[in-house]
């Protein structure tokens, strides 16, 4: 543990949060994409199987419980208590491609051919493009409002913290794993275009949605 994966770690857990207050005060799940949800509910249920097998720390048994119940909240709000106000027609992208080439990849290049090793290599590429169905939701809308914006800010916030997390352990502890920084650097590259025009725009009190 480091200053820049425990950063990472808050900013990943305050962007669900930040989705979720957005769900309790506006009784709505308008501009979220369910599809992305629900892909990071299987990439965070498919890396935490080991979560009553393998203890660590009560820092990291509580991380794992947060981010796996807290996403399949969001995934019932989205397809069950808020259905109405879900754009199921805007929030159209394939996204069992995605869960089907991750899959493919996990199970051609994992560090042992094992069905935990295989699961954590698939949510580890599988998160890394998850985000695509609500990037994908916004180019089709046209735009995001704030509160959408700040938890894909967030969102982005996390990953960046641990590109610099992993540079640091390689550095300090000597300690470099390829398949999760590759993907990690993937999925930082798809928030790019977003983080600009988020600091551009809503950083400085342009607008209050970001148009894409």
Same mark, same amino acid.
């Given at each position: ?47 935490? $199987?080991? /979560?009553?097998?393998?203890?660590? !720390? *009560?820092?990291?048994? @509580?991380?794992?419980?947060? %981010?796996? +119940? ?64 609500? $990037?994908? /939701?916004?180019?089709?809308?046209? !735009? *995001?409002?704030?509160? @959408?914006?700040?938890?894909? %800010?967030? +969102? ?57």
């Amino acid at each position: 543990m480091n200053i820049f994966r425990l950063i990472g770690d808050m900013s990943h857990l305050f962007a669900i949060v930040i989705l979720l207050a957005k769900i309790w005060q506006t009784r709505s799940v308008s501009g979220i994409s369910g599809k992305s949800q629900f892909l990071f509910g299987l990439v965070f249920t498919t890396r935490y $199987l080991d /979560l009553f097998t393998v203890y660590i !720390s *009560a820092y990291n048994t @509580t991380m794992k419980i947060a %981010f796996v +119940l807290l996403t399949w909240l969001t995934v019932f709000l989205v397809y069950c208590k808020y259905r109405a106000t879900y754009d199921g027609n805007h929030d159209s992208f394939r996204a069992e491609w995605l869960v089907i080439t991750a899959a493919g990849l996990a199970v051609l290049v994992n560090h042992q051919l094992t069905v935990v090793e295989v699961l954590w290599t698939y949510s580890i590429y599988l998160e890394s493009v998850a985000i695509l169905p609500q $990037l994908f /939701l916004i180019s089709k809308t046209g !735009s *995001a409002d704030t509160i @959408t914006s700040h938890y894909l %800010f967030a +969102l982005g916030s996390y990953r960046a913290f641990y590109i610099i997390n992993w540079i640091y352990r390689y550095f300090v502890d000597d300690y470099f794993e390829a398949i999760a920084v590759i993907a990690g650097c993937l999925q930082t590259v798809l928030y790019a275009d977003f983080f600009y025009v988020y600091v551009t725009r809503v950083v400085r009190g342009k607008q209050t949605q970001i148009e894409v």
